[in-house]
């Protein structure tokens, strides 16, 4: 009896494991950290980000003055080139030249009417090498104007949706940023079950092979069957089979997380157990308001319906009289020498305006601008359905998010039930008034209630990393997330 007595206190008992250099101890709010910052999809999101914000300072530049210089330095020729006479026939004359030249332009758009102001200076060498002289040529100054008439104008259009695609790109970015936190949430928890599932399977190898131990001396003393030995020599067996596949499990899981965060691969990861629930209220209202301040999708919504509305006014501009004005005011003068060119210049003046009417078309130009309108009018109902799901999405979460906060009070609950009860079940098991059946029953119960304890925290933080990503709000600090 003493026997039994020894070995029933020891029952619960583990022997601690040494602790390792190589160690790395890990919480979610670290990994989650760690995968923002070294995951191939944070610099996947990184790179995107600086490619859009190059975009935006290529559009800024179509709205800036531009300068630009050309010339042909130098414009040498030598050759023979074939020259008709009066009578008709060809003789081929040397020419022995260079002709270079320097053009300093300058344009400027106007968005409000698509237009384009621009200026002009201009110098051009011609040394005849056959005849030693030299000639110059010149315009010390010109300016012109050109104004498309009843046109499609991508400028003024530009002005409205690119502002939009950029705010939506650095809205896109910090919902990168947060979906990273929601998969990364995903990997630490498949690898903190597989960590817990590896512990109970310790746990309950080594006190399956105590209770065995016990059995046998029971069995010894007449007081069980054979019949109980073998189901615990059973249950050994099968404890030694969780355990094999619950170490399977942690290489698979830890591979995972590990080329998901970026982490180290040769530091064993051991990870922490989240803090049972955060108290903070979510309201469906608020997190409506922050999404639809924040997320790219609101900000998609916008741009789409104006896309759409720039495509109809280009299928309208495209149609019908298509005219353009060019005027052109300036001076320009020849000389001998380069500063007579600057000298008394002779005025130069130019006025077009070029058209083009439609006669006969099939009604093309009425097909374009009906499609056009179609295609609006789909676009519209598009986003209104998008901003419903939309918002029953936010609806949703919120709604699971305020549901897992209540069952992981339950499981809790259940699970503090389940090891009490196991507790139990072994030490009347040990004095011998509980069968071998209603112990494996308890023992079932407690690795399910604590598996479902795991999985209930899973299910909670994975509900509030996604309503951070729904939203681009952090609750904790109450404000606006940014990067």
């Known amino acids: 009896m003493i026997k039994l007595l020894l070995i029933g206190l020891s029952l619960f008992g583990q022997a601690a494991r040494p602790g390792e250099n190589d160690t790395l101890r890990l919480s ?13 999809a944070a610099k996947q999101a990184v790179t995107i980000k600086e490619t859009k914000y190059w975009e935006w300072k290529t559009f800024k530049s179509n709205y800036q003055p531009q300068l630009a210089l050309s010339g042909i330095l130098p414009g040498y020729t030598k050759t023979y080139v074939q020259v008709q006479q009066p009578n008709g026939s060809i003789l081929f004359q040397p020419v022995h030249n260079d002709n270079s030249s320097l053009t300093l ?6 968005a409000a009417t698509g237009g384009t102001i621009y200026g002009t200076t201009q110098l051009q060498r011609f040394d005849d090498f056959d005849r030693n002289n030299v000639l110059y040529n010149g315009i010390p100054y010109g300016i012109g104007y050109t104004q498309p008439i009843l046109q499609f104008n991508s400028l003024k259009w530009d002005k409205k949706i690119e502002p939009l695609k950029y705010n939506e790109s650095k809205q896109a970015y910090i919902e990168s940023q947060e979906k990273i ?11 903190l079950l597989a960590q817990a599932n590896v ?3 310790e746990s309950n190898l080594a006190n399956t092979r105590r209770i065995s131990a016990i059995a046998e001396t029971k069995f010894e003393l007449g007081k069980i069957t054979k019949n109980e030995i073998l189901q615990l020599q059973l249950e050994v067996l099968n404890a030694q089979k969780a355990l ?5 499990d942690v290489e698979i899981a830890t ?23 955060k108290n903070i209220d979510v309201s469906t209202d608020l997190v409506l308001k922050e999404a639809l301040e924040n997320r790219s999708d609101a900000i998609a919504f916008v741009r789409k319906l104006a896309e759409a509305k720039r495509d109809v006014a280009k299928a309208r ?25 600057y000298r008394s210049p002779k005025s130069q003046q130019s006025v077009e305006i070029q058209l083009s009417i439609p006669v006969l078309d099939w009604g093309r130009s009425k097909s374009r601008t009906k499609t056009a309108q179609a295609n609006e009018q789909f676009i519209s109902y598009s986003v209104q359905q998008d901003q419903q799901i939309f918002k029953q999405q936010i609806i949703t979460e919120v709604t699971l998010y305020n549901m897992m906060k209540e069952q992981i009070k339950l499981t809790a609950e259940a699970e503090r039930i389940a090891v009490e009860k196991y507790k139990i079940a072994s030490e009347r098991y040990v004095l011998g008034n509980l069968s071998i059946t209603d112990l494996s029953i308890a023992f079932q119960e407690n690795d399910r209630a604590k598996r479902d304890y795991v999985t209930s925290m899973r299910d909670f933080w994975t509900a509030f990393y996604q309503l951070r990503y729904l939203s681009l709000y952090d609750f904790e600090k109450n404000q606006k997330i940014s990067y």
């Not at 936190?181 to 690898?191: I, K, M, P, S």
């Not at 094999?244 to 399977?248: D, E, H, P, T, Y």
């Not at 080329?259 to 530091?267: E, F, I, Q, W």
């Open 28 to 40: 979610l709010p670290q990994v989650v950290e760690l995968a923002k910052n070294n995951s191939i």
């Open 244 to 248: 094999g596949s619950a170490n399977r």
């Open 317 to 341: 501009g495209e149609n019908g009289l298509k005219a353009t004005l060019r005027a052109n005011l300036g001076f320009s003068n020849a000389a001998t020498r380069i500063m007579d060119v």
């Open 199 to 201: 512990n109970m399977a």
């Open 105 to 110: 332009d300058f344009s400027q758009s106007i």
């Open 181 to 191: 936190a929601v998969n990364v949430t995903d990997y630490y928890f498949d690898l």
């Open 255 to 277: 591979l995972n997380l590990v080329s998901y965060a970026g982490l180290d691969a040769s530091n064993k990861i051991i990870l922490e157990m989240p803090a049972a629930s």
